[in-house]
């Protein structure tokens, strides 16, 4: 069972960190049963634990950490984000952190780079805030860029379910529960192909986005993510499955004979998508953004990504909504690479929307 070894390959969990009173949750006492035999840490919170997170003194752990190190602990404010382009609306997660090392991961720009998944135990009460949530929006009535018909929840932002799947059933309650919501629909980008979940049903309303990228940047600054191969093969599967299947071409890296590369990734999508699956593709194009201190620690253990995604020479400083000093590919040249990349997706992909491109 191919999909057994690449889960078991990606996660073996040795250590969980829990807050007090995580088995008084249904989740909770399920998941501390299923690894019997992992050391047990209390911690009085799963958002304080000092040697697991940061980029300070972690660098030769973090990999063992993501593998083998789980948290457990309660998500208190639950609250949904109102956002733009991809979904109506950011659900509050149901984890965060992530067993996978992108290079370019923009979720330790917050956490540190030794982020191990933080799954979080009350999905009971998160799924109740999300019922009620759904409800006071009403029917849809207008289509829009994002959906022509339902409201948009994206639950993926801070981690990748699918990674999240095999660790317990949050992401699974949730395609349930948005099942049955009648004007809304859940939404995750993800690198990894679980194939637990095609048996999840999520009857049309779960969308997932497989994201791509050229073989072999994604071999460079992918680290522990299923190959891209493996994630087209597997896209039919899916929407015969009940998803509605997009991609995610993010992020786009520059480099000598990038388009290239791009042309032989869509000329694999196009003989391996089927028709019907080609007939509801849409996809969002978002070049790369790339950041200092992570820059710096990406250094101490992956330089040879850093060739790629720091570049001085071709990027600016862009300021993020919180403040972090962020680095993008500078104004004209991003331009003239966004109209190109754009370009080739009419040319070679003309049945995938474009979603937004930047
Ligand atoms: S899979 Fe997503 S969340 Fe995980 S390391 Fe890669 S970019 Fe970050």
Not at 161 to 178: H, M, Y
């Amino acid at each position: 069972m191919l999909h057994e070894k690449t889960i078991d390959h990606l996660l073996t969990i040795h250590e969980i960190y829990h807050e007090p009173n995580v088995r008084e949750y249904a989740r909770g006492h399920e998941i501390l049963e299923r690894y019997q035999d992992a050391k047990l840490i209390e911690v009085v919170s799963h958002n304080q634990i000092p040697e697991l997170f940061g980029f300070e003194g972690s660098v030769e752990d973090w990999l063992w950490n993501k593998k083998n190190v789980l948290i457990l602990g309660t998500k208190k404010a639950l609250s949904a984000r109102p956002n733009t382009r991809s979904s109506h609306w950011v659900a509050p997660s149901q984890s965060n952190g992530c067993t996978m090392s992108c290079s370019y991961c923009y979720v330790p720009r917050r956490k540190g780079y030794a982020n191990p998944i933080t799954t979080f135990v009350n999905i009971e009460q998160i799924m109740g805030y999300l019922s009620r949530h759904a409800g006071r929006q009403g029917k849809k009535l207008l289509p829009d860029a994002i959906d022509p018909e339902y409201w948009v929840y994206e639950i993926g932002e801070n981690g990748d379910c699918s990674a999240d799947a095999a660790i317990c059933n949050n992401v699974k309650d949730l395609i349930g529960l948005f099942r049955d919501l009648p004007n809304a629909k859940l939404t995750f980008a993800t690198k990894f192909v679980n194939r637990d979940m095609l048996s999840y049903e999520p009857q049309r309303k779960t969308r997932i986005r497989f994201s791509l990228m050229p073989h072999a940047m994604s071999k460079l600054v992918d680290v522990r993510t299923t190959p891209i191969s493996d994630r087209i093969a597997v896209i039919n599967e899916f929407y015969e499955a009940g998803y509605e299947v997009n991609v995610s071409f993010a992020p786009v890296i520059y480099y000598e004979g990038w388009l290239d590369d791009w042309r032989k990734l869509f000329s694999e999508m196009n003989e391996v998508l089927n028709d019907e699956v080609k007939q509801q593709l849409a996809t969002e194009i978002i070049f790369l953004t790339h950041n200092e201190p992570l820059h710096n620690v990406n250094m101490l253990w992956h330089p040879k990504a850093e060739e790629v995604l720091w570049r001085p020479d071709i990027q600016q400083v862009k300021y993020s909504q919180t403040g972090q000093r962020n680095v993008r590919y500078k104004n004209n040249l991003k331009r003239e690479l966004v109209d190109e990349l754009i370009n080739l997706c009419t040319q070679m992909i003309p049945h995938c929307q474009i979603r937004y491109a930047f």
